[in-house]
């Protein structure tokens, strides 16, 4: 019997199994019908600060209300909007959605520095600082900053453009975040060189950083190089009190993770907040 080698030749043309399967197909196709009809929402996770507990900010994710199909997570829709081109209009209105409500947090006396994630082939846009400026005339100059996190593959992969990219978004006064740190391949010659102010740890290191020596050793060594570099230093993917406490005598400067909040939608954000030094820390 030779069963196995059938399972196997079969399981390769399993059509789910195809990066262009129809519902792929569709999804892309999709998407921008998606953006004109509010379709995609931002939710926002909070970050503290590990030296006094003090909410520093959110990050805005991404997600997508599917008439049919339900909640579609970014994961599932942000790498075929890489794909097709359609991140740009993505990018250009989660930037905008994310301004608007920093706006209202700032009108209901709250500063909140508001992160959001972008995408390499944003950091080619050229056009890119110019909407970044456009809106900060449009929000009252951003009052609370805005910080972009950027991947550790995406500066990587062609690290003279990113500085270009980069330095003029520094000009500006944005935060630059080097996001998912420590999954990617970074040569140390080009992190010294880039013109970041945060290393974002990824959550890989962090989730089992309770009871995980390796892990443990992981987040100490990527804390000290930035450290050494002079960068600021987050970590996602906090899911318990001991991680947040070895974070914060390790020396982290923020955290964020599940252990403190969940992402939110503005109103559930804005209630978690009202209730937030009974609530936790
Ligand atoms: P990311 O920027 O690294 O975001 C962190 C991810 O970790 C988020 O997943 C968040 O919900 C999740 N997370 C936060 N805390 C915890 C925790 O304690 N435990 C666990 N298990 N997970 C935690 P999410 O929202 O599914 O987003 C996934 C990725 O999609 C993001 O990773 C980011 O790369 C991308 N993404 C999300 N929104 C956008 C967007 O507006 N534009 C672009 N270009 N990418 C986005
Ligand atoms: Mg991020
Ligand atoms: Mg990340
Ligand atoms: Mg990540």
């Keep these: 019997y030779s069963c196995k080698g059938h399972h196997r030749a079969f399981a390769i043309y399993r059509p789910e199994l195809n990066k262009y ?3 792929r197909l569709s999804l892309m196709s999709e998407l921008r019908s998606a953006l004109a009809e509010g379709q995609l929402k931002l939710y ?3 970050k503290l600060m590990l030296a006094d507990g003090q909410v520093s900010g959110a990050e805005c994710l991404i997600r997508w209300i599917h008439p049919v199909h339900g909640f579609i997570p970014p994961d599932q829709f942000i790498p075929l ?3 097709t081109g359609a991140i740009r209009d993505v990018t250009r209105w989660a930037l905008k959605e994310a301004m608007h409500q920093q706006q209202k947090w700032s009108q209901a006396g709250l500063s909140l520095n ?9 950091l080619v846009d050229m056009q890119l600082p110019d909407i970044v400026a456009d809106l900060f005339s449009q929000y009252n100059g951003n009052q609370g900053g805005l910080t972009l996190e950027v991947t550790e593959s995406a500066v990587m992969s062609d690290p003279d453009m990113a500085i270009r990219a980069l330095e003029k978004l520094k000009s500006m006064g944005v935060i630059l975040s080097i996001d998912d740190f420590g999954t990617g391949y970074s040569s140390m010659a080009q992190l010294k060189k880039m013109p970041v102010h945060e290393l974002k740890i990824d959550k890989a290191f962090v989730l089992d950083l309770a009871t995980n020596s390796e892990d443990q050793i992981m987040v100490n060594t990527l804390l000290g190089l930035a450290r050494h570099l002079g960068l600021k230093t987050v970590a996602e993917g906090v899911e318990d009190a001991s991680s947040l406490a070895f974070l914060k005598r390790a020396g982290c400067h923020k955290a964020q993770g599940f252990y403190m909040s969940k992402p939110l939608p503005a109103a559930d954000f804005d209630m978690w907040l009202k ?3 009974e609530s936790s820390s």
């Design 21 to 23: 399967s129809l519902q």
């Design 44 to 46: 926002y996770q909070p």
């Design 81 to 83: 909007a890489e794909q």
């Design 114 to 122: 508001m992160a959001v994630n972008i995408s390499p082939l944003d």
């Design 275 to 277: 209730n937030y030094p």
